[in-house]
């Protein structure tokens, strides 16, 4: 699991309303070589809760230096935008699980996948 | 107990199926729809796009601009779509784990119709609404009732799967195609096992059993399957009744050609307690052809429906295939508590008579007759997928009536699909 997909999921648990962004708890991470695409970056970085990319990274010990608040003119920096690609698209969480922030549900991932499938009574 | 039924019937006949038969669909080579190919390339860059249903992750690896994730309730094939790097999650199309406006746009190929209830089908595609952007676009993709020759006759169906349609040697002789190979070598070469040389077909969906049907040479398939009442229907306890199917019920097919050489599927008959509890859900069914025949080869092809750049992968199951599923579907309806799950052909009108008749009994005579194959054909279960196939307009007015969050752009039948391409809006409450 990616950060930018990260950035995506939400806790889905009946009655929760605060349930984004989960927590990311990881056994395995891996780091992958992506190709760096800077306009690619610019245009997703307005898509992101910046917030939460920022605390998912830390969470994998990966913040990469990352600003807690975006700055402006991003779109030239390219040093910057490096540094989120990294982030986004090259940090991997392999196994560990996301927690629901309010319920505090996990939900595991393994082989690289979240399994986000609630059981009946959850839903 | 409706929401219980359907979901039931659902995890016996969509995702236990899907579990079972996925390693015979992760060649992920196969082509998209052009048409769905299309949605995906005219995405701006940067665009994110989830594909929701996404099965082996075939559509995940189009236009390298965008950002693209798919999901599945089915473990074997999101596991493949991992292995082909791509962004994938377990999740269920009525509980989607994605923030409200996420994405800019969504895909559901041939997915929808696997809801067994209206009221479901329309909370999937307003969960998916809710996960698109105001201005995003949603495509999606149903089997459609209505079929270039023929139609089906009823829209609620269990369709058996067959993951070997073509058979050996024999009447047909080969089809002279090359076959797409299989990316997991071991699997298909045990199920050609002693049979031929010749690898699986595999295919994620429908849509991609029609676009293989392209390319199927002239033979035509006949299939049975299996008609259903909806559950929709079925819970109107004014018309709760046993049917009956009788030989006059019996209508004739295009005749299917050759003798029997292929194999014999074993029915796995998952969806037994569900029919046990629902015993009104089936009626008489009519044998209307093939998965694949439901594109119906012949015209299709010959309709030079080229632009679907179909993959060079024959799969159309030759027609000796057929009197063999046939006859043994009919031998494991036998073993199945409503003896009136049946699927009949004129050719085999006595043969099925006499199951029907033997009833529970059959039960037994089916299993002596069928051990020796059933345990070499292990991997080749034959399985009902139950499909709510659309009719024409079908999808659109579901949009339109009950997800305003929606407006439609524009539809289309795209081979044996209709096809919708919705735009998210923004609602405004007073």
Redesign the interface.
Known sequence: ??L??H??????VKGVTKG?PLLIKATEVKVNEVEF?P??V???IP?L?WSALVQAADQLGHREELPGELVADYEKNEDFLKRVHRVLLEVEVIEGCLQCPESGRE?PIS????????SEDE? | MMEEAASQLERDHVHSVYDKIAPYFNDSRYKAWPKVRQFLLDL?????VADIGCGNGKYLHINK?V?K?G?D?CRPL??FA?SQGH??????G??????DG???AVLSIAVIHHFSTKERRIRAIKEMARTLRVGGRIMIYVWAMEQKRRKFEKQDIFVPWNPNPHSASGFNGDDGRPRRRATTQSVSEAMDGTENPRKIRSTSSVADEEDVAQTVPQQRTQRPWFFSRSLDSVFDFGSLAISWPSSRDLRPLSSATAANEGNKPNQRARGRGLIKQVSSFFSPPSVIGSEEDVFDPDTDKQKGQNDSEAPSNPTNGSSKEHKGVSVSLVQECGSLALPDLISLQQEHLKQSEDQRVRGPLGREHQEGTQSPEGSEEHAEASCLRYYHVFREGELAELIEHHVEELHVLHGYFDHANWCVVAEKVQLWKI
């Open positions: 699991m990616k930018l997909t950035n995506m999921l939400t806790s889905h984004y695409n306009k690619f610019c245009r997703m898509k809760e939900f082989r690289g996948i979240p399994n986000m499938l609630l839903a | 701006p860059l940067g665009s994110i601009d950002f994730l999901c309730v999101v596991d991992w962004e994938v999650q377990m999740c269920d009525l509980r989607l784990p994605y923030r996420c994405f800019d």
